[in-house]
């Protein structure tokens, strides 16, 4: 079974652009969550998506955004990139939501350097 | 406030001992703790969970306790290799449903 993948795992951007970030989950798994993090900081969560629909959100700005599509496939996008947004970008799938939470897999995550 | 705290210094053990990680946490009543390792450039990979009403969990050389009253979780590795070098996180659930995380622990296993 393939694991969770993230694409791109590298970037590089100017402050002021926007950028996408994508995650394909583990075949099966209606639950994507985003995480950035940054050296010395504990994952920081951004916010999730149960079957297309958002179901929390963390404490970022609104320039982070996401979607979930119906095969599950999320993206994540930052508008307006400042210089503290360069971070490792993770995403996590579960099979559950909710009450029932169980074990996240994460992929290699998207290595964002905005200059 | 609401903490979930990891010993933010690197954790030097000698291979063969027996390497122990701390996890504190406040103003939480979490129904279960995770336990996940990453290295560097990765995510994090699962490695254990333990419930609020188990004490302890073990898994090959890992072996993981949870005191509610304490509301502190320790994380062992016995024999430990310096394969098992790498960040330690700890994670748990809030009120939320939403998985909270520890900065981690950097373990470094010294041959």
């Known amino acids: 079974k393939a694991g969770v993948t993230q694409t791109p795992r590298y970037l590089i951007k100017t402050r002021g652009q926007q950028v996408t970030l994508s995650c394909s989950p583990i075949?099966?798994?209606?639950?994507v969550s985003w995480y950035q993090q940054t050296p010395g900081q504990g994952l920081q969560f951004l916010f999730e998506?149960?079957?297309?629909?958002?179901?929390n959100k963390g404490n970022f700005p609104g320039r982070f955004s996401g979607r979930q599509f119906s095969n599950s496939r999320s993206e994540m996008n930052v508008s307006t990139l400042e210089l503290g947004d360069s971070a490792l970008y993770l995403c996590?799938?579960?099979?559950?939501?909710?009450?029932?939470?169980?074990?996240?897999?994460f992929g290699q995550g998207t290595r964002l350097t905005v200059v | 406030s609401q903490k979930i705290e990891q010993n933010s210094e690197a954790l030097n053990i000698q291979e063969g001992k027996t390497a122990t990680l701390t996890c504190n946490y406040t103003?939480?009543?979490?129904?279960?703790l995770q336990w996940y390792r990453q290295d560097p450039g990765r995510g994090p990979v699962f490695l254990l969970l333990?419930?609020?009403n188990e004490k302890e969990k073990r898994k090959e050389r890992l072996k993981v306790t949870f005191d509610t009253t304490l509301k502190q979780s320790l994380f062992h590795i016995t024999a430990s290799q310096p394969a098992d070098s790498a960040t330690y996180l700890c994670?748990?659930?809030?009120?939320?449903?939403?998985?909270?995380w520890g900065a981690g622990t950097k373990l470094i296993i010294k041959p």
């Open positions: 103003n939480y009543s979490p129904a279960y």
């Open positions: 333990i419930r609020e």
């Open positions: 996590a799938s579960s099979s559950t939501s909710g009450q029932s939470y169980t074990e996240a897999f």
């Open positions: 998506y149960f079957s297309e629909t958002q179901r």
């Open positions: 075949s099966g798994h209606r639950s």
């Open positions: 994670a748990l659930e809030d009120s939320n449903y939403q998985l909270i």
